[in-house]
């Protein structure tokens, strides 16, 4: 690793100073700050972190020593800032865009890396303010904050430049031409100041997406109604965007119309803007009917408010410094200031750093779009899903159809939430007729429990503020609105669910799963995790929906594919949701301590029971629900887990947990492969004979020491844990596939990359614990390549992950690594270590004997290679189960086709083959992608991609479209069309190669 190098820094005149002097001149002459106090701790952090900067350099921003200097020293700030008790920097009125600008950072780049710098000094943060740091920091709110304003300034952007005529300013005082706005604009600079008074004064809990776009077409209609009608583009005639109502225009309904809002929140929010505008600027309000100002000749007036002389040129610009003074005092409390969302050339947004699509909150930078993280529109679908057709009509509502506008973010959380309100809304608020047969069928009626169960945890979700908390009214309706539509969402899906499974048990008698605490609360927090989802909500990201609720995600996971299948109305958007969801928990949250997966897991593997509890893992009891009524009736928050009353069992006898998510019981549909048990078998047949339902949900919310209904003498415990690996398995599948198409390796590579991985899971489980998949399967592909004499190094490998979908920096970058474990070399060090590191300190110890099984005739000699494996807790490590072949894939779209370049492949959708097949046709091809010149046409510019990917050498041959049924281009076809894929790596004749240490790639 590289040394910090004792240069001179820009931050300051530091020479050859120590770290502390460059600190505190930063701090006293960049910043101006000189509360002593405040310094002396921040300096405390420095020097107890100096040594993860020093030993981390070249993993930070580019590299070099100062500029790492320089995010450390934001980071820190950053840091206390939130968490210093005090709140000493927040009082001076500090925020974040004050200290990039003196780091000369931009934002997007700082959360970038914020991300790798918490998880290094984690332990440090927790023992200087807590172990709820990471709550109170809200690092992740922050950058999720930052990137729906992103998206809601790029909005702002393109309604204003289509209602408003900015480029004809003539000579008008209103459009004074200077660089305080994107377009020089005054009525600009207006508008966003007025819309973040909104956020200030009227959006607190509810500052979520959906919301803040409602206040955000209130003030377009604030503009509509003020700006003068010569430089307004509202036109009229324009049949497709405005509603008329009579001879004149309807501004309210065709605002609604343009941009997919709710008529009745949009009149809301806009009476909300106009009560800031009488209590800020000071100006008188009055009907619009009654005034009738010649500015709204040709708009329906009733119902609007008009202040006159708002945009009067003798008041404008005091009305503009009252709404920057306002902000001004309200400034501290925020993270940024949101006024530089509207300058261009503002450094700390750094213009094509962030462009709409490049930030993520994983800290991969451009790996993945922005639109997976705020919205789940671009979430890669997970192999584990049932498909659904785009097109499919849900209670006569076209899925597909309700986009009327190129999806972007925000307009797709204004079509989702659409769906809440035309589908969901008109529900009603309790058990429908129907549901309640079944509750009442039950050994006893449980409705009302079912009810006051509900209206419990749901107000754990959205808690009502209290009086203490300074929320405003706004907040409240906000909470019971998301309350209603979660609790509505719910009835539905679990009257479906009932149908469902009574029609398998041939039963209307439903107690064991109806009666079962755990099952409701996961049903609940599915549908609140969908709302929530729904709304883009800022405050409530996942996972705090299972904190909430007392459930962990192992739980939550066994209800997620039922819920997509009983909900025939789900947008796609949010059944990819769900799916990204499950994705997260299968490579990562479920094997983090505190998942209840472990509760299963030593119950399945009791010999892994030793390890679980050397490392703490097993998942804490479940809060009751008595508990968790007495603390929304206190305090409206939650409770530290110590004060919560915890019920040791549930009804049904077994241990309950709060904390993650793991998946539990698969669809009767569920793939066969190496960890199919008999009793499975037997299930899959049962339930292929009524494929339309999933298994019977008893079984999957039972005790885990409960034997199977399905017989076989296995437990629920064991069962699961099969299918759990199995989905695992399919998981590492996909991403293997990626790895070996990417690195262009041989299938006998993947078939042995593949093999390994089942085997790892299989006999060394313990590797997985607190770690993620992508770290196994980057370790296994090093591995095999040794044993198969490939000359493919680690840099390689990390090279080509970090360009894959899936990738985030910390799966190489911060390996978890169990120093105090008695099979390995005790010795003091990180916590957290790079993944060569981990590879050759822990990987090949455990792994060794797999590794020589995959070498010629290595399974002769696996029984006697390795006495430190045979001594693991995972059980024995020879001689290994068959592993099952490499599965069938489904074909991923779109595919890449081209290891260099950005192109890919998709197949055409059914809709699309119509207008081929039609002789009027104009285009059989569209091209959407990276282009390096302008669009000219479709022929032109596939041209232009072969020439790019063919370079001077010949194609050898043209993609075949006829030979495949229904059109569909398949990956081995595109592949072999556009490149030659490695040749079979025979290792015959060669012997296993020694672990080779590399230095890790930043």
Known sequence: MAELRKVSSPLGDGGGATIEARFANFCKNDLRLDDDNVLGEATKLLCQTKNLLQANISAIGTGTPDEAERYWFSFVLYSVRQLNVSGGLKEKGLTLCQILRAAELNISDFYKELHQFLIKVGSILSSIYGIDWEKRLEAKESQTNFIHLTLLSKKYERAFRELFTVAEAHNNICFNVDNTGKHGSDYFRFGWLLFLALRVHVFHLCKDLVTCTHGLVSVLAVLLIHVPASFRNFNVNDSEKIVMKGDKADLIASLCNMYETSEDELKKTLEKANDLITDILKKKPCLASEFQPENLKDIVTDG??????????????????????????????????????????????????????????????????????????????????????????????????????????????????????????????????????????????????????????????????????????????????????????????????????????????????????????????????????????????????????????????????????????????????????????????????????????????????????????????????????????????????????????????????????????????????????????????????????????????????????????????????????????????????????????????????????????????????????????????????????????????????????????????????????????????????????????????AVKPLLIELAPGGSLQSNSQDPESRNSNDGPCSPSPKTSPFPSLPDMSPKKVSAAHNVYVSPLRSSKMDALISHSSKSYYACVGESTHAYQSPSKDLTAINNRLNGTRKLRGTLNFDDVDVGLVTDSMVANSLYIQNGNCSTASHPPTPVKTEQPES
């Open 304 to 845: 609007l408010v008009y202040f006159e002389k708002l945009m009067d040129a003798s008041s404008f610009s005091s009305s503009i410094s009252l709404l920057e003074k306002d902000y001004d005092a309200a400034i501290h409390k925020g993270e940024l200031d949101e006024r530089i969302f509207i300058n261009e050339n503002d450094s700390l947004l750094a213009p094509g750093t962030l462009s709409v699509g490049s930030v993520n909150m994983n800290g991969n930078g451009v790996k993945r779009k922005l639109d997976a993280i705020s919205s789940p529109t671009k979430t890669i679908m997970s192999p584990l899903s049932p498909y659904r057709s785009p097109g499919r009509l849900s209670n006569g509502v076209s899925i597909s159809g309700m986009s009327k506008i190129a999806a972007t973010p925000v307009s797709t959380a204004m079509t989702t939430a659409k769906w809440l309100r035309t589908i969901i809304a008109p529900l009603p608020s309790k058990p429908s007729v129907e549901l309640e047969r079944f509750l009442s069928s039950c050994d006893r009626d449980i409705t009302s429990d079912v009810t006051r169960r509900t209206q419990i945890i749901l107000e754990a979700i959205f808690p009502s503020s209290g009086p203490g908390q300074n929320a405003s009214l706004m907040d409240n309706i906000w909470a019971e609105q998301r309350r209603m539509e979660a609790m509505k969402l719910y009835y539905r899906v679990l009257l479906a669910m009932c149908i469902a499974e009574s029609q398998i048990l041939q039963a209307n008698n439903l107690t064991s799963l109806l009666t079962n605490e755990r099952f409701h609360r996961c049903m609940l927090a599915c549908s609140a995790e969908l709302v929530l989802a729904t709304h883009k909500t800022v405050t409530m990201l996942f996972p705090t929906v299972l904190e909430r609720t007392g459930i962990t995600a192992f739980d939550l996971s066994k209800v997620i594919e039922s819920f997509i299948r009983h909900e025939e109305s789900l947008p796609r958007e949010l059944r990819r949701h769900l799916n990204s969801l499950e994705e997260r928990l299968l490579e990562s949250l479920v094997w983090e301590k505190g998942s209840s997966m472990y509760n299963s897991l030593i119950v399945a593997k009791p010999a892994l029971s030793a390890e679980i509890n050397r490392f703490g893992l097993v998942a804490e009891p479940m809060p009751s629900l008595d508990a968790i009524a007495l603390h929304n009736n206190m305090s409206c928050g939650i409770l530290p887990p110590a004060q919560l009353k915890l019920e040791k069992q549930g009804q049904n006898g077994d241990i309950r947990s709060p904390k993650r998510i793991c998946p539990e019981y698969r669809s009767a549909l569920v793939e066969r492969n190496s960890f199919t048990s008999p009793v499975k078998d037997r299930l899959l047949v049962l339930n292929n004979l009524k494929s339309k339902f999933p298994p019977v949900l008893q079984s999957a919310f039972a005790s885990p020491t409960r034997p199977n209904p399905g017989g076989g003498g296995e437990t629920c415990a064991e069962t699961s844990i099969n299918v759990f690996f199995s989905k695992i398995v399919k998981l590492a599948a996909v991403r293997i596939n990626g790895m070996v198409e990417r690195l262009q390796l041989s299938q006998n590579i993947r078939e042995s990359v593949y093999s390994l991985f089942q085997k790892i899971l299989s006999q060394q489980t313990t590797l997985f614990f607190n770690r993620h998949i992508d770290q196994i399967i980057l370790c296994c592909f090093y591995g095999v390549s040794k044993i198969s004499q490939l000359n493919l190094t680690f840099k390689e490998i990390i090279f080509n992950y970090r360009k894959q979908p899936h990738c985030k920096l910390q799966v190489f970058r911060s390996v978890y690594l169990d120093r105090a474990g008695s099979r390995y070399n005790a010795k003091t060090g990180p916590d957290h270590v790079d993944i060569i590191t981990f590879y050759n300190e822990v990987f090949v110890r």
